[in-house]
């Protein structure tokens, strides 16, 4: 796969709403945004500085493991972090990265939004990598091109081997809550679906969605 159109705005308002109207292998960034989005509809704070770009791609046969995907290419950038399930990347214990995937309503095609905290943290409890914006911006996209490779070409496994021992949501308690339900157990790892594997009361939870939130904070090393 190969990101063939790539449009640098100064300011917009989402990079994953702009990139909407334009072709599939397009790349859209912005130095900022003024109305970013995260997961569950939250408000994601883009302030100049930061790296912030979406991409389209065709809906692929492993549509469930795009977010993996990013969230691989991220995180193998990025030298010390780790993802906490099921794309937060994680460094020194703060959240240093969003990912946002959603489907384009009008033609099923998947847009993956990318926003990174490079020389400031614009959240308290949030961190940043340091370093120059558009060398990382190179690197991501170099490592997106590959694993996304992967989900069109249907390699589940060689994709969640990358995964897995990025994952610090494994062998720690953790809440997870999807659907307006909560489960609390402890998390084992994640299925051949990418589906959050919770350990609660003897029985096994597959989680294919939602929020998890770890009861002890994530160091952002483990598998590193």
């Known amino acids: 796969m190969k990101f063939c159109n790539t449009v640098t705005l100064e300011c917009v308002d989402s990079t994953n709403e702009y990139i909407?109207?334009?072709?599939?292998?397009?790349?859209?960034?912005?130095?900022?945004?003024?109305?970013?989005?995260?997961?569950?509809?939250?408000?994601?704070?883009?302030?100049?500085?930061?790296?912030?770009?979406s991409v389209k791609?065709?809906?692929?046969?492993?549509?469930?493991?795009?977010?993996?995907?990013?969230?691989?290419?991220?995180?193998?950038?990025?030298?010390?972090?780790?993802?906490?399930?099921?794309?937060?990347?994680i460094l020194n214990g703060k959240k240093?990265?969003?990912?946002?995937?959603?489907?384009?309503s009008e033609?099923?095609?998947i847009i993956i939004g990318i926003g990174i905290?490079?020389?400031?943290?614009?959240?308290e409890g949030s961190a940043c990598t340091g370093g120059s914006a558009d060398g990382l911006f190179k690197r991501v996209i170099c490592a997106l091109e590959h694993t996304l490779?992967?989900?069109?070409?249907?390699?589940?496994?060689?994709?969640?081997?990358?995964?897995?021992?990025?994952l610090l949501t494994v062998g720690i308690p953790v809440t997870v809550t999807s659907c307006g339900k909560s489960i609390s157990g402890t998390a084992k790892g994640v299925d051949d679906d990418g589906a959050l594997l919770v350990l609660c009361g003897?029985?096994?939870?597959?989680?294919?969605?939602?929020?998890?939130?770890?009861?002890?904070?994530?160091?952002?090393?483990?598998?590193?």
């Open 149 to 166: 490779t992967l989900t069109e070409e249907g390699k589940r496994e060689e994709l969640l081997g990358l995964y897995r021992p990025l």
């Open 57 to 89: 791609i065709p809906n692929p046969c492993l549509r469930s493991l795009v977010t993996e995907a990013a969230a691989v290419a991220v995180a193998s950038c990025i030298p010390g972090s780790g993802i906490k399930w099921p794309n937060d990347i």
């Open 20 to 53: 909407k109207s334009l072709p599939v292998y397009s790349c859209v960034r912005a130095l900022a945004q003024t109305a970013g989005r995260g997961r569950l509809g939250r408000s994601f704070i883009s302030p100049a500085g930061g790296l912030y770009f």
């Open 117 to 123: 905290n490079v020389v400031c943290a614009p959240i």
């Open 107 to 109: 033609n099923m095609d």
């Open 96 to 104: 240093v990265c969003g990912i946002l995937c959603a489907s384009n």
């Open 202 to 224: 003897g029985r096994v939870y597959h989680i294919s969605s939602g929020e998890a939130t770890l009861s002890k904070p994530a160091d952002g090393m483990h598998g590193r």
